[in-house]
DNA sequence: CTCCCGATAT
DNA sequence: ATATCAGGAG
């Protein structure tokens, strides 16, 4: 029996945003398609190993083009050590040649286009327009979205799609950017999958989770 | 539902 | 040894 705990969510958001005023991605990146590339590559991974990888991977492929036009192997082994590499290198090399071939080589700016590329979902959608053109279009909902909004109460729902309509519901639209960020944020240094840290948490007090 | 998968923390 | 990491496809 999941915890509904929808009253309390107003209280909830505002002692987060106090906590994380100003939250920023921690994905580095200074296009859309770095924050693509970067996007598809932290799928299981860490922003820390994605950072790392990315780092000599953006001097190496400028445009859309060089990836499109890379050898696959070669690709997998640039971005071997954010795991999932053989999957990550098709998917990055197929999203380059569809933008390349059907986008005029321009990173899309609409959901509906960028759910065409192969290894793009809501997820990563919703990121690359939020952060890359300043588009509202969802929520991007991740492992520590998805974990927190269930221990916090917000959602009963398992499915992320579902998860995402009952927080476009719930949190204001302009702040659906900073409401991701910051549960990571809060997901990363307390709320963590394993061993949440209730103690050191500031809505402990209002979380029908805490074990404190 | 399973599979993809290396790096890191515990 | 095992759980987890800005998930997505088949």
Not at 5 to 29: G, R, T
Not at 103 to 109: K, L, N, Q
Not at 123 to 140: D, E, H, P, S
Request: hydrophobic share 40%.
């Amino acid at each position: 029996m999941t915890a509904s705990n929808l009253s309390n969510f107003p209280q909830i958001w505002e002692l987060l945003k106090k906590e994380y005023p100003d939250p920023q991605p921690a994905l580095h990146f200074k296009t859309p398609l770095e924050l693509l590339v970067a996007t598809i590559l932290s799928a299981q991974s860490t922003d820390v190993q994605v950072n790392k990888v990315t780092r000599e991977l953006f001097k190496k492929y400028r445009s859309v083009f060089d990836y499109a036009d890379a050898d696959i192997s070669e690709l997998e082994k640039d971005i071997y050590s954010t795991g999932f590499y053989r999957n990550k290198a098709k998917h990055l090399q197929q999203s380059a040649r569809v933008i390349s071939e059907e986008f005029d080589g321009e990173v899309p700016s609409t959901m509906e286009d960028l759910l065409k590329l192969p290894g793009v979902a809501r997820k990563t959608a919703n990121i690359v327009l939020a952060r890359g053109f300043g588009v509202k279009a969802g929520i991007a909902v991740d492992t520590h979205v998805k974990r927190l909004a269930t221990r916090l109460g917000f959602t009963e729902n398992k499915d992320p799609v579902k998860i995402e309509k009952d927080l476009m519901e719930l949190v204001d639209r302009n702040e659906w950017d900073d409401f991701s960020l910051t549960l990571i944020l809060h997901g990363r240094n307390v709320c963590f999958a394993r061993k949440p840290a209730c103690g050191q948490c500031v809505v402990h007090h209002l979380c029908p989770s805490s074990i404190v």
